[in-house]
């Protein structure tokens, strides 16, 4: 065996799962397809300060362009809701510097990575378990490495997820398909900007991250479900960056900003994976649709599940057990302790695609920062109730969240 | 069958994670489709946010290919 482990991806969930695993004794390689770590850039690029103070890390300054406070979030009518305490700060990253940064801590404390080298197939042992990886750097013929552990870190793509038997393909109804600019001027008050509401982005929402120098990300993000074209039930003309070129349209400060950079993608809001991990694999992060389904934020959750399978691994390593049976522990703690706060979020975003902008309106008369804090900790209840006063016809689509 | 406009491309591999038979990949730096994968279901077309996949008749496939 070449290594302990072959991590396929160097995005944050693989390197924080490769800082972890090779503090802890294992032989660790990260193989990455891009040439560039953190490049393209495919992200709002937020990160809330928790996982950064949980994993103790001190991050340099040139991993973020501006610290931010909380966020903003703007009804329909223009109305809003700050929502900012000492849990709601954070920064708006450089994710080019912050990648590379998380994958230089991983080599300090003993891993390998390789730049620029695409994992084309998984190589599989006489009883059809992983046992390695084929790859190839920048395009040169393939070779073959072997590890008794394979974690994939892929990202959305996830393709060897797919190979190693797991089910990563994503419904239309499953993700937000996204176009974002970086724009200057902007004059912010380092909150992140949550602007809603259904003809602006059907299913959806549009963001102002704030950034150093009057930049900001500026971008769009609408369900899968309604973009472009009618059929399935669509809206038609419904695509990001129309909505998004409107959007900016309308906006004052934004009208008569230039744009700095182009960029987009596709992002997961749905349920997570029905597993994470078989015989001698894992899948972490993006990958394993570890993504927040209200805002498709994944960085801090993918570093949380890095830290969670890595400590399964090293023991897994030390015990030389490989088995689904003792990779399964990753897959326990992640489902009771993450996986619930997502699946109350999955619950929250099913409920709001339902609810009208003039609905939507009346929530936000209704309810306040403390209220909005008590929805993002999972406890609905409360703001429920205030809602239905005055509107009780919401009753049917909010008893969702009742149980 | 699908056409993708390069140009415009993002490389943001949405197609890729949401085509139910593999029949996108990023190559080197761009995607390439692989036509005997695709059953022509049109998700990565609605899903592009880029807007540069396109549905096109099989002839005009064979055409850009021989290109």
């Known amino acids: ?403 | 069958m699908i056409k993708i406009k390069h140009e415009g491309c993002i490389l943001c591999v949405g197609c890729s994670s949401v085509c139910p038979t593999n029949a996108i990949e990023v190559v080197g730096t761009r995607m390439q489709h692989f036509p005997e994968r695709c059953i022509n279901c049109g998700l990565c077309v609605k899903i592009c946010p880029a807007n540069v996949i396109t549905m096109c008749k099989d002839a005009e496939k064979k055409a850009d290919i021989q290109k």
């Open chain 1, 1 to 403: 065996m070449d290594y302990d482990v072959i991590v396929i991806g160097g995005g944050p969930a693989g390197a924080t799962f490769s800082r972890i695993a090779a503090q802890g004794g294992m032989n660790v390689l990260i193989v990455d397809k891009r040439k560039e770590l953190g490049v393209p850039v495919r992200c709002g690029e937020g990160l809330g300060v928790g996982e950064v103070i949980r994993q103790d890390l001190d991050l340099p300054r040139a991993c973020y362009s501006t610290p931010i406070d909380g966020a903003k979030v703007i009804a329909p009518n223009g109305k809003s809701i700050v929502w900012a305490n000492d849990d709601t700060k954070g920064w708006v990253l450089e994710r080019k510097i912050f990648d590379k940064w998380l994958c230089e801590l991983a080599v300090d404390k003993g891993a390998h990575v390789k730049t620029y080298t695409r994992a084309l197939e998984i190589l599989k042992d006489g009883n059809g378990k992983p046992a390695g990886v084929k790859v190839s750097h920048g395009g040169r013929d393939p070779y073959e490495i072997r590890a008794p552990l394979i974690v994939s870190a892929e990202g959305m793509e996830s393709l060897m997820a797919r190979q190693m038997g797991f089910k990563t393909v994503h419904s239309l109804y499953d993700v937000d398909t996204c176009y974002q600019y970086e724009m200057k001027p902007y004059n912010h008050e380092n909150l992140i900007e949550l602007y809603f509401g259904n003809s602006m982005a059907p299913r959806g929402y549009v963001w102002i991250f704030p950034k150093c120098d009057k930049k900001a990300n500026v971008g769009i993000g609408i369900g899968g479900n309604v973009v472009n074209g009618k059929k399935n039930g669509g809206i038609d003309g419904a695509a990001p960056k129309p909505l998004l070129d409107e959007f900016i349209k309308n906006n004052e400060q934004l009208k008569d900003a230039s744009t700095l950079l182009d960029f987009g993608g596709v992002i997961s809001v749905g349920a997570p994976l029905n597993e994470f991990v078989k015989d001698s694999c894992m899948v972490i992060g993006t990958a394993a649709k570890q993504v927040d389904p209200i805002h498709g934020g994944g960085i801090g959750l993918a570093m949380e599940t890095g830290v969670i399978a890595a400590k399964v691994a090293i023991k897994a390593h030390e015990k030389k057990d490989y088995s689904k049976d003792s990779l399964y522990e990753y897959e326990k703690i992640w489902r009771s302790e993450p996986g619930k706060i997502c699946s109350q979020r999955l619950l929250l975003r099913k409920v709001l695609e339902k609810v009208s902008d003039d609905d939507l309106n009346h929530i936000f008369n209704q309810i306040s920062q403390p209220d909005l804090q008590q929805i993002m900790d999972g406890n609905f209840a409360p703001s429920v109730a205030k809602v239905l006063v005055g509107r009780p016809q919401l009753l049917g689509i909010l008893s969702a969240l009742r149980s």
